[in-house]
């Protein structure tokens, strides 16, 4: 797959993210315990996974989401009716974002070699 296919991948992810994180009240609690933790760290590892294979450069897609997991949880807590921000989400996010690294690594590292088609 060539890296520009990754695009609208990205482009769903961050969308779904962005919803998530700055729709006008989060789903209800209860539930599976720690179910909004897993939803954090998969609505920031799902972007920065497919922005890599995209093959846009490590230290910025990383670094605009560690941002923005700080810059959100702020946001929710600080502006957003019916929200609140955490340091456990933020940390959830960027736990996100390491594992989106470490997905991206073990798909290049898979499909290197691969002949493209």
């Known amino acids: 797959m060539t890296r520009h296919r990754w695009l609208p991948a990205f482009a769903v992810a961050l969308a779904a993210q962005l919803v998530a994180v700055y729709a006008p009240s989060a789903p209800s609690e209860g539930g599976i315990p720690y179910l909004d ?38 946001l929710q807590s600080a502006v957003l009716p019916h ?18 690294v470490l997905a991206s690594s073990r798909v290049e590292s898979r499909t290197r070699g691969i002949p493209r088609a």
Not at 39 to 66: K, Q
Not at 84 to 89: E, F, H, K, T, V
């Open 37 to 74: 933790k897993v939803v954090h760290a998969t609505i920031f590892g799902l972007p920065v996974l497919f922005g890599l294979l995209a093959g846009w450069p490590r230290r910025w897609v990383v670094g605009v989401f560690v941002v923005h997991a700080g810059v959100s949880e702020y």
């Open 83 to 100: 929200r609140d921000g955490s340091w456990q989400d933020a940390l959830a996010d960027l736990v996100g974002v390491g594992l989106g």
